[in-house]
């Protein structure tokens, strides 16, 4: 019985010391998602102007460039996958690996083309390489706080892809899978297609709150050309995106991270519970064992006298 006892207040020691562990993880990721919730805001005025922009651009000239043109049939798409660095964030790479995974199998069997891959997080670097698939190339070390250098890299490099003939390497289309933050409670894994780029009418992304006398503000006057100025808009255009789902992906890693440590601790306190009442049971049965065999021991000498 003393055995059990002593076992039983080892585990309770461990699962407190673990539950110090995940309390302070929860702390951290409930300190540092109000710092990616602030930077994810932040971004919207450009993104907004920025969209307005170049959909005004795009509806004003009637220019072709090669970030806006589809070819008919493409052979060879890019798929950019973001995940986490770390681990315990509860299904948040999962959820974006296995959406992945839809936008691979779907764009392989059913439309026939290849796909290279592309991954920002460790999490999908393992994933990937223990399965034995190829990695065109892969970006780490920043997905719990992105910043604009780093979506820039990214850009790049899919940029010099799809503007490279799929005959050289390149490809037609560049998927992005990416978590969206919609609230502490709620990340939704979402996949779009980066390039060709699909703008918007400018008119459709017009907040509510602004007045008609406003909508002067909507129009343009571009120097030197339209196609100078949609020359050097649209990368930015692309960077941007990859910015914003970047920091959508890493306020939804850090919320998910939170309830993941708040349920691990919530947890922890129960099995501490339990733990502690197996252990008074077991310190109660103990004493009672003693007790019966110390009055065993008692009547037996009074028999022998």
Known sequence: MSSSLRELRERRQSVSATKKITRAMELIASSRIVKAQQAAKAAVPYTRELT??????????????PLLVETEKPQRSAVLLMTSDRGLAGAYSANAIKLGEQVRTHLMDEEGQEVDLFITGNKGVGYHEFRGNEIVQSWTGFTDS????DAKVIADELLKRFLTP?????VDEIHMVGTRFVSM???QPRATRLLPLVVEDATENVPPTRS????????YEFEPDAKTVLDALLPLFVTNRIH???LQ??????????QAMKAATDNASSLIDDLTRQANQARQAEITQEITEIVGGASALSESA
Do not use: C, N, W
Not at 52 to 65: G, I, K, Q
Not at 212 to 219: G, H, Q, R, Y
């Open 244 to 246: 914003t789902a970047l």
């Open 146 to 149: 992105p910043k604009a250098r």
């Open 212 to 219: 008609p006398a406003d909508d002067s503000t909507l129009f």
């Open 185 to 187: 409670l709620t990340q």
């Open 166 to 170: 799929t005959e050289e390497g390149g």
């Open 52 to 65: 307005r922009a170049v959909s005004m651009l795009a509806s004003a000239a009637d220019l072709e460039h």
């Open 249 to 258: 992906s890493s306020a939804s890693e850090l919320a998910s991270r939170q």
